[in-house]
């Protein structure tokens, strides 16, 4: 059995997921204000957007002066923008709702087997904690979620200063812990910004998968690291 004093967390896609496509929120939004969008139409526009942001405002934009919340602001506009809706006062309604909305229990849900799971991790007396590339809702969205009481801390890049896979958010919270690197794990849903940015500053981790989602890092990964759901995880730390 690995003996692990601490085992940290992604969130997006490990522990919660959006509940709906993101269009239909932002095409709900809209329509509070009497403007008709396909939500389609926005998913592909939001997605075109955040990756622009992401491009040219990394760790949302905080080492050039911008706010997490402004970051959020100019996605959403940009997503709006490029569907054919340009009232810069309207959007900035908009954004301050949806801001807020995306805090809410309502839009995001478990996947399945994680609450067991955090449970029975707490049952082995593993402390745990959260690395997240998010902003500073993600405490109050936990909170909601009913799971930020599983958690010794959680560590966003926003508050750290740092997005994974830089290892420096990795090395921040193993020095909050005061826990070494063999003696930690991380979970998460990326190779690159989880599985591989874990052990490259010691850590163990493991990697969880999706059906259907393609992947170029089956030969780098060993299977005994590979969770197929989250429910894998208890047997796989007990094999060690």
């Not at 593993?126 to 010794?152: G, P, Q, T, W, Y």
Request: aromatic share 10%.
């Amino acid at each position: 059995m690995l003996r692990l004093r601490l085992l940290t967390w992604d969130v997006k896609d490990t522990l919660l997921r959006l509940r709906h496509p993101v269009g239909e929120n932002y095409s709900a939004a809209a329509r509070v204000h009497e403007v008709h969008v396909q939500p389609e139409a926005l998913t592909k526009s939001f997605h075109q957007a955040y990756k622009a942001q992401s491009k040219h405002f990394p760790n949302y934009g905080l080492s050039q002066g911008l706010s997490s919340k402004q970051w959020w602001a100019d996605v959403v506009k940009q997503t709006f923008r490029l569907a054919g809706v340009h009232e810069d006062r309207l959007l900035s309604t908009i954004a301050e709702s949806l801001y807020q909305e995306f805090c809410s229990a309502w839009n995001w849900e478990l996947l399945p087997g994680a609450r067991e799971t955090l449970r029975q991790c707490h049952q082995l007396g593993i402390r745990m904690a959260v690395i997240s590339n998010f902003d500073k809702r993600l405490e109050k969205i936990l909170s909601h979620c009913n799971l930020r009481h599983h958690f010794e801390f959680v560590l966003t890049s926003e508050e750290a200063g740092f997005a994974k896979p830089d290892q420096r958010i990795f090395q921040k919270a193993l020095h909050i812990s005061g826990v070494a690197p063999h003696q930690a794990a991380h979970v998460g849903d990326n190779y690159v910004k989880d599985y591989r940015a874990a052990r490259d500053v010691g850590m163990h981790s493991f990697l969880l998968t999706r059906a259907g989602r393609a992947n170029n890092w089956e030969l780098q990964v060993p299977k005994q690291h590979v969770l197929p759901s989250l429910t894998h995880l208890l047997s796989v730390i007990e094999k060690g």
